[in-house]
């Protein structure tokens, strides 16, 4: 039986290339599918300009040793090569409950490999979340991951055209809270003035010739 793994809601609180200051540009939220799938979403629009995207990518989570994670890109905005260093950090956690991940990565500004460190903060989930986790491959042109924890959901698409990505939150009813170019016609949308507004839990479709697949639909907090 595969190892099963406690999805996560994460937000940024910092980044810096060492040795410079730490800062936040950017909204970044991270969703950790966990489930056997451990498919995450990772979505950095810029705080000064939500429309912009920093940074967009999805794929898989790998728990490493000696508290080290890799993970893979299927969709990224930068370029799937980009460069030939992997995604692996180290992180530990923080007297506070954060989390510190450090590693090398390249600086955008600079264009360099470099040190940095990233501070994360996990969103505290009810004691039972609905998670859905669905996958997209057409093609080597089409990939994308759509992943929905509780009140959040958040989706990365790659089509011909580019990489796009949105994420909504659930107060009285689904709303987006950012989103990189025009998803309308390609990604699973959250509908509903309820949380749990259907038997399945699957987010609507808006464009029916895209074939996502459901990898995962629990709760977590129940028996898997």
């Given at each position: 039986?595969?190892?099963?793994?406690?999805?996560?809601?994460?937000?940024?609180?910092?980044?810096?290339?060492?040795?410079?200051?730490?800062?936040?540009?950017?909204?970044?939220?991270?969703?950790?599918?966990?489930?056997?799938?451990n498919?995450?979403?990772?979505?950095?629009?810029?705080?000064?300009?939500?429309?912009?995207?920093?940074?967009a990518?999805?794929?898989?989570?790998?728990?490493?040793?000696?508290?080290?994670?890799?993970?893979?890109?299927?969709?990224?905005?930068?370029?799937?090569?980009?460069?030939?260093?992997?995604?692996?950090?180290?992180?530990?956690?923080?007297?506070?409950?954060?989390?510190?991940?450090?590693?090398?990565?390249?600086?955008?500004?600079?264009?360099?490999?470099?040190?940095?460190?990233?501070?994360?903060?996990?969103?505290?989930?009810?004691?039972?979340?609905?998670?859905?986790?669905?996958?997209?491959?057409?093609?080597?042109?089409?990939?994308?991951?759509?992943?929905?924890?509780?009140?959040?959901?958040?989706?990365?698409?790659?089509?011909?055209?580019?990489?796009?990505?949105?994420?909504?939150?659930?107060?009285?009813h689904?709303?987006?809270?950012?989103?990189?170019?025009?998803?309308?016609?390609?990604?699973?949308?959250?509908?509903?003035?309820?949380?749990?507004?259907?038997?399945?839990?699957?987010?609507?479709?808006?464009?029916?010739?895209?074939?996502?697949?459901?990898?995962?639909?629990?709760?977590?907090?129940?028996?898997?």
């Amino acid at each position: 039986m595969s190892s099963v793994s406690s999805p996560s809601i994460s937000r940024r609180i910092s980044l810096r290339f060492l040795p410079t200051p730490p800062a936040e540009l950017t909204s970044t939220v991270v969703l950790n599918a966990g489930g056997r799938s451990n498919l995450y979403t990772d979505f950095r629009p810029f705080l000064a300009s939500p429309s912009s995207c920093e940074w967009a990518f999805a794929g898989t989570k790998e728990y490493l040793e000696d508290g080290r994670c890799r993970w893979t890109h299927c969709v990224d905005s930068r370029g799937v090569n980009e460069g030939t260093l992997p995604d692996v950090g180290r992180c530990e956690t923080l007297p506070n409950g954060d989390e510190l991940e450090t590693g090398e990565m390249i600086n955008p500004a600079t264009g360099r490999i470099e040190a940095y460190e990233e501070v994360w903060r996990d969103e505290q989930l009810p004691s039972v979340s609905h998670v859905t986790v669905l996958r997209l491959t057409d093609g080597q042109r089409t990939c994308g991951v759509f992943i929905r924890i509780g009140a959040w959901a958040q989706g990365v698409i790659q089509r011909e055209g580019g990489v796009y990505a949105c994420r909504w939150n659930f107060t009285e009813h689904w709303e987006v809270d950012a989103s990189f170019g025009d998803v309308s016609s390609m990604m699973p949308t959250p509908k509903g003035t309820t949380l749990e507004g259907t038997s399945t839990h699957i987010p609507e479709m808006e464009d029916s010739t895209l074939k996502w697949e459901i990898v995962e639909d629990y709760l977590w907090g129940t028996q898997l």
